[in-house]
């Protein structure tokens, strides 16, 4: 919804989910759009309270709760939902122009899990240049906590781990490198 959401400027979206990244999607796209659907599969949400009451005072957002996207309707893009309601076992259908699903994200870590330590969402932990704890490892993006799972917060993050992995091949060589965010290292002068 941060990236794409400006596409949808005046327009109808759905938002699927019911955690705090559903929950926030639907708040800044009711800034943007001119309706938005929150679609939950469940009759709570599990997201802060701060931001459930945020999302309940909107007037343009309009929970659909108990209830799952059963098909996307269109032919080039998104026109409308047929929506489940898994209470009282009947559909619906509602207008929109675009949809986003916000149901959380899950990183494949395993592969590494004993090379590297993990979070209790198996996010890999590094330092601030990408290093795991085993030296000559390095992880960025969306398996590591960063705050925002964006593409160009993940491309940020690699260039970083990939200058710490070059600067620490070099090193290996013998090759004097000045450290990576080394404070101590001299400013140029004026």
């Known amino acids: 919804a941060n990236c794409d959401g400006p596409f949808y400027k005046g327009k109808v979206v759905a938002v699927v989910g019911g955690g705090n990244a559903a929950l926030d999607a639907a708040e800044v ?3 943007i759009g001119t309706k938005v659907y929150l679609i939950h599969r469940r009759q709570d949400f599990r997201a802060f309270e701060a931001l459930i009451n945020e999302v309940e005072s909107r007037e343009n957002i309009e929970c659909i709760l108990n209830s799952e996207v059963k098909e996307i309707l269109g032919e080039q893009t998104v026109n409308s939902l047929k929506i489940y309601n898994n209470q009282s076992k009947s559909e619906s259908e509602i ?7 916000e149901i959380g994200r899950i990183a494949h870590t395993d592969l590494v899990a004993d090379l590297v330590e993990r979070d209790e969402l198996k996010q890999i932990l590094v330092d601030k240049r990408g290093l795991t704890k085993t030296p000559g490892l390095f992880a960025a ?5 960063v705050e925002f799972k964006q593409i160009t917060v993940a491309c940020g993050s690699a260039t ?3 200058l710490s992995a070059y600067q620490y091949l070099q090193m290996k060589r013998g090759a004097k490198t000045i450290p990576l965010f080394d404070r101590s290292t001299p400013k140029p002068k004026a």
């Open 29 to 31: 796209l009711s800034k």
């Open 95 to 101: 207008k929109v122009d675009g949809l986003f699903i």
């Open 141 to 145: 993006g969306d398996v590591t906590p």
């Open 160 to 162: 970083l781990a990939a």
